[in-house]
């Protein structure tokens, strides 16, 4: 099968872009990740992509005058290496609109909860473990779902549950979480790179794939 061409877009560690590049380099995934765009000049994301000998553009939104130029430059970058889907790993920035539906159905984000819970905007980062931690929850876990005009509001694709009943902080629950992260969204994006979701309004049905 022809590997699907990826762009992740990262703003921090890219622990998540790392652990999709290296699955797909292991040929564990039909996907080939051709390009990693991020926000934050010092987003460790970076090295990892020049380690792996993947090209890094940095396109921060300040460069730009509005949402229209912003997505312009995005789509223009995209097309430019061919991309068909793109991964949000730990990606701090809004997609403007004109993206979202260009990439319909072609773009992913990872939630570190179990979605809808502790998701939407202000839920991001160490807040998302922490408010778990105080809802005394007893499973936690990533969800991969498809990006829409919402905040962590796609069809999900899949979830893990992950006992964190024994975890004394929100550290201990995050690192638990971003373990499965890196296991979760290489899964999801095989799937959905063989075509294997199909998509019926909120949900989407895991379908048989060659
Ligand atoms: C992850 O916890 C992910 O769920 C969230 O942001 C974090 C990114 O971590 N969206 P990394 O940059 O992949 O290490």
């Known amino acids: ?20 590049a290296d699955a797909a380099a ?9 390009l990693m765009v991020h926000n934050n000049a010092q ?19 300040s460069r730009f005058a509005d949402d229209d130029a912003y997505a312009a430059a995005l789509i223009e970058l995209l097309e430019a290496h061919e991309i068909h889907l793109i991964a949000l790993a730990g990606f701090m920035q809004r997609i403007p609109s ?34 778990v931690f ?10 991969v779902h498809l990006v829409d005009e919402q905040y962590d509001h796609g069809p999900i694709l899949m979830q893990r549950a992950v006992a ?21 969204y290489p899964e999801a994006l095989g799937v959905l790179a063989r075509g294997g979701f199909e998509v019926q309004g909120r949900r989407a049905m895991r379908v048989p794939t060659r």
């Open 43 to 61: 987003a460790g994301a970076k090295e990892k992509a020049g380690k792996r000998g993947i090209p890094a553009v940095w396109l921060p939104r």
């Open 98 to 131: 004109a993206v979202v539906g260009r990439f319909r159905e072609r773009m992913t984000n990872i939630h570190p909860a179990l979605l809808p819970l502790f998701g939407g905007p202000g839920f991001y980062g160490m807040r998302v473990h922490r408010a």
């Open 26 to 34: 292991r040929g564990e995934i039909p996907i080939h990740v051709a």
């Open 164 to 184: 964190i009943d024994d975890c004394a902080s929100p550290e201990e629950i995050a690192a638990r979480v971003l373990t499965e992260e890196h296991k979760l």
């Open 134 to 143: 105080e809802a005394g929850m007893k499973v936690s876990g990533p969800t």
């Open 1 to 20: 099968m022809a590997l699907v061409r990826l762009a992740a877009f990262c703003s921090h560690g890219g622990s998540n872009f790392a652990a999709i």
